[in-house]
């Protein structure tokens, strides 16, 4: 059993037996956690609900826990913490959404498409994929898997999965002379030119040109 998940056992047996956490006091008294599990929760946006910013909660954790006295037994009353004043920390939707793919591997409070730095979304969705069979069309879309094929030539060429700003799903076809030019460049959200094929009655996009798109830098450092 995980540190994670022992920790996430106790803060709701704690929180059902006594009642919802007040704020970062009073959750630091009842449960006496770690600072680094703190710090992981604060950074996840576990204590949104006070009302107080990232910056400052992680100010006051580091005031509230001492780390040589960690593991100490639980206190019977609740010690008030002293009040700092801090100048005005900023800290943007930008820098949390960052946070939030730095602990979990994607963005919680919005979208990949959120993201971008183009509002762009595709000429066409994918549920209307197969609207345009026979035509060039351009869409965009988050990567979600490729597969890697030899042909019988010894190319390489590639299925891809994305997914569009409507949530729903659209395949790819990559032959080698288009990916020797345009390859995958990783995970992220990609506008492609292709043609729209159907094969058994199941539309893709025969690609022409892609390209990754740019998203709002992290600002955090």
């Known amino acids: 059993m995980s540190i994670e998940y022992k920790l996430a056992q106790t803060i709701e047996e704690i929180r059902c037996a006594e009642g919802p956490f007040t704020d970062l006091n009073d959750f630091v008294t009842r449960v006496n956690p770690g600072l680094e599990q703190v710090i992981l929760l604060i950074r996840a946006g576990a204590f ?9 909660l992680l100010w006051e954790a580091h005031m509230m826990i001492n780390k040589s006295n960690q593991n100490s037994i ?11 004043s801090l100048p005005d920390l900023v800290q943007g939707k930008i820098e949390d959404v960052y946070d939030e ?9 919005v979208s990949w498409f959120d993201m971008l730095k183009t509002s762009f979304r595709g000429e066409v969705s994918a549920r209307r994929i197969s609207e345009y069979k026979g035509q060039k069309i351009r869409m965009v879309g ?19 999965c ?13 032959f080698s002379q288009s990916l020797k030019k345009y390859p995958f460049k990783g995970s992220g959200t990609y506008l492609i030119l292709g043609k729209v094929v159907e094969e ?4 893709s996009l025969e690609v022409e040109k892609m390209a990754k798109l740019a998203v709002l830098p992290d600002q955090r450092y």
Do not use: C, Q
């Open 48 to 56: 949104r609900f006070t009302g107080k910013k990232k910056a400052v």
């Open 74 to 84: 639980r206190p019977l009353f609740s010690t008030p913490v002293k009040d700092f």
């Open 101 to 109: 793919i730095e602990l979990f591997g994607f963005p919680v409070t």
């Open 142 to 160: 988050h990567l979600v898997t490729v597969k890697y094929i030899k042909t019988i030539k010894n190319d390489w060429m590639n299925f891809g």
């Open 162 to 174: 994305f997914i569009d700003a409507e949530g729903n799903f659209f395949d790819t076809t990559h």
């Open 200 to 203: 058994f009655g199941f539309p």
